[in-house]
């Protein structure tokens, strides 16, 4: 009997502890489950906070749009905006970042497909000007004079580009071309002449971009047919 009492008392603490530890168990794991479905909602709101904000600014320039404008377009308090990014300037980082980034993936990728160097440079060329051309109201923002009257923020979006115009530095690089052609030149000539299509461009005219950015890079190539 005594053995039998003492089994039944050692194993009485051990279900008053357990059941002592549920609610605490369930609790955390609320906490938890509460803490998982935050996060997709943040990242969420944060990203239709970025992709208003970007129309707005493209629309009516960095000046012109204001944070209440964008917290009335995600139907936010303007105090909230704060919790997200810190200041507008932060905001217009995020996004130039974001469509830099966007440009450099899918730029690498068309250069991977590439068999020679000269393939590569059009692919490369083809890549951006589609880019230009399906980022609408954002070609204002990632274009070189945007924000050039602020000097350290335009020194923050200047950094992002730059990362994106060494891939052509690279490109340029392992295409043969005469010793006497100055690359640099002939890179800014290419770039700027991509940069200048979403001013004229136009689907109604038949022209494809595949077809605009090979002709650019061909008209610059010395053994083009």
Do not use: C
């Not at 130039?96 to 590439?114: P, S």
């Not at 000007?129 to 923002?141: R, W």
């Not at 461009?201 to 595949?210: A, L, M």
């Amino acid at each position: 009997m005594r053995l039998i009492t003492a089994a039944r008392l050692a194993r009485g603490p051990a279900k008053r502890e357990a059941g002592s530890l549920a609610p605490q168990q369930a609790r955390a794991r609320a906490q938890d489950d509460t803490q998982t479905q935050q996060r997709p909602r943040r990242r969420n709101k944060r990203e239709d906070v970025l992709r208003k904000a970007s129309a707005l600014i493209a629309r009516h320039g960095f000046d012109g749009t204001s944070m209440r404008d964008i917290a009335a377009a995600v139907d936010m308090l303007p105090g909230s905006l704060y919790y997200h990014f810190p200041s507008k300037e932060d905001m217009l980082l995020a996004i130039h970042e974001r469509v830099v980034t966007d440009m450099i993936a899918d730029t690498e990728a068309a250069i991977a497909k590439g068999t020679t160097p000269w393939d590569r440079l059009e692919r490369a060329a083809v890549a951006h000007l589609k880019a230009l051309l399906g980022s609408g109201n954002l070609v204002t923002i990632i274009s070189p004079n945007f924000a050039e009257d602020r000097e350290e923020l335009n020194q923050k979006l200047k950094a992002h580009r730059r990362e994106y115009e060494e891939i052509f530095k690279r490109l340029f690089e392992d295409i043969d071309l005469p010793d006497d052609a100055d690359r640099r030149l002939l890179r800014l000539q290419l770039l700027g002449a991509l940069n200048w299509v979403p001013v004229w461009y136009s689907k109604k005219r038949g022209t494809s971009p595949e077809k605009i950015a090979t002709s650019f890079v061909r008209a610059i190539r010395p053994d083009a047919a």
